[in-house]
């Protein structure tokens, strides 16, 4: 057993972003995944040695949620390490064993709040994953802890070093800039929501596309289909949008917009919202910084318009505006003030129940781009990484979460569904139109 005494803790009421995903995950799972497809060899020894050491310098890694007087605390957790759990795996098959495992709920009151697993496959090849609960995923950057985890595992000497403790868990509400502090902030948050709550709906009604359906009966059944582009092409796109003088992100949510309207033929095109995880530097041009996301991750809402005989750039341009729009607004970091009062919702079943209902109510039919950019994993030793990305499980808020990541300068895209709500051959047709859009986008 793994002793962690002397050392940062957190021990602190949950922030209300916080305690909306802990709610939220009793009565739809929110959880999420981050792996990494290795070539050579891993010693799981060295692996296991390397979490303990994640644990021991990571405060939010050694907490569970506590209620109290009707409160919802964080507690440091004394004496007890994350064991990396070992998977049989299969080549052809991991990454749908690793989005079984994230359809399986946390336990409201449970510790850790973050799962490793190690899966091996062929002669010299691995997987090695996280599952984490929502409720620290605002507080932990996930993918800066696979580089370290990875870094000391392939590199079992630095074990010998002192440990790198990180800052305390601050919640997303501490971190948030003076305007949106305090009654006056939240004020400031709420004008801006619903001035983007009127854009959705001037927009007409959204609704989910491909007969999304909002089924609560059957437990969810995340899958997903994923794409890449060359280093070429990713080069050569970043640099088509950069002398365009848009974002990347902004051609993600216009390729998925355009695929998710054009993919069902049945339907007048209409507006769809879009929650984009996005870097709150306000540099448009690049993508997102993996150092940054995790403690600054915010949503920028926004809502577009178009036809499909609409030329993409055109629609590219809309979509940068409205982000640099918001993100000079700060628009991003507000949304987390303008989720529903604590207040109104007791942390209980029931309570998870109620705030479910009325967040699905507010909210427009909606994709995620997360967008993590490029992750860096030079240094590791003996291991190279092949594929590294995460998968947001599905939930009743969201019809589809497209997960972008750049490794090895390949920009890869996985979009995640839940097999009950989206018909599989669609989402196939959706990931390839996108690629499509993408790949012309780099040459007109």
């Not at 902030?185 to 004008?191: N, T, V």
């Not at 059944?221 to 796109?237: D, G, H, I, M, Y």
């Not at 870097?279 to 926004?302: C, K, N, Q």
């Not at 291991?383 to 590294?388: C, F, G, K, P, Y």
Request: hydrophobic share 40%; aromatic share 8%.
């Amino acid at each position: 057993m793994t002793e962690f005494n002397d050392i940062p803790t957190v021990s602190r009421p949950l922030g209300q972003a916080e305690r909306f995903f802990w709610l939220l995950d009793q009565v739809s799972p929110m959880s999420f995944s981050f792996y990494c497809h290795l070539k050579g060899e891993l010693d799981t020894t060295h692996l296991q040695a390397a979490m303990s050491r994640l644990q021991e310098e990571q405060a939010m890694l050694r907490v569970k949620v506590s209620v109290e007087a009707g409160k919802a605390f964080f507690k440091p957790v004394q004496g007890q390490a994350i064991k990396v759990q070992h998977l049989d795996g299969d080549v052809d098959r991991w990454r749908d064993d690793i989005l079984q495992q994230v359809a399986k709920p946390f336990d409201a009151k449970s510790y850790p709040l973050l799962k490793c697993f190690y899966m091996g496959l062929q002669a010299g090849e691995s997987v090695v994953f996280f599952i984490c609960h929502h409720a620290i995923a605002d507080g932990v950057s996930i993918s800066n802890l696979m580089q370290r985890l990875l870094m000391l595992a392939s590199q079992p000497h630095r074990l010998r070093h002192a440990p790198v403790y990180q800052p305390n868990g601050h919640s997303l509400d501490e971190l948030l800039p003076s305007v949106f502090q305090g009654f006056r902030g939240k004020l400031r948050a709420l004008k801006i929501r619903s001035g983007e709550m009127r854009d959705w709906y001037r927009h007409g009604n959204p609704k989910h596309v491909l007969a999304f359906s909002t089924n609560r009966a059957k437990a969810c059944q995340p899958a997903c289909v994923r794409f890449k582009l060359s280093k070429e092409q990713t080069k050569s796109l970043l640099i088509n949008c950069k002398s365009k003088g848009f974002s990347l992100q902004a051609v993600l949510i216009t390729a998925q917009l355009y695929a998710l309207n054009s993919s069902d033929k049945r339907r007048k095109w209409v507006s769809m919202a879009i929650s984009s995880a996005v870097d709150v530097r306000s540099a448009l041009s690049e993508p997102v910084s993996e150092h940054e996301i995790g403690l600054y991750m915010s949503f920028v809402l926004t809502a577009l318009k178009f036809k499909e005989s609409d030329a993409f750039w055109s629609i590219v341009n809309t979509a940068h505006q409205q982000l640099k729009s918001h993100l000079t607004k700060k628009a991003a970091l507000g949304f987390w003030h303008n989720l529903p009062p604590n207040i109104l919702f007791k942390p209980t079943e029931q309570g998870a129940r109620r705030l479910l209902s009325v967040s699905n109510a507010l909210s427009p039919a909606s994709s995620i781009i997360s967008n993590l950019g490029c992750l860096d994993y030079s240094g590791l030793s003996g291991i190279a990484v092949l594929e590294s990305s995460f998968n947001l499980c599905p939930s009743l808020l969201t019809s589809l979460c497209a997960a972008v990541t750049t490794v090895n300068g390949e920009l890869s895209v996985v979009l995640n569904f839940d097999r009950h709500k989206m018909n599989a051959k669609n989402v196939a047709v959706i990931s390839e139109t996108m690629r499509i859009l993408l790949v012309q986008a780099i040459d007109t």
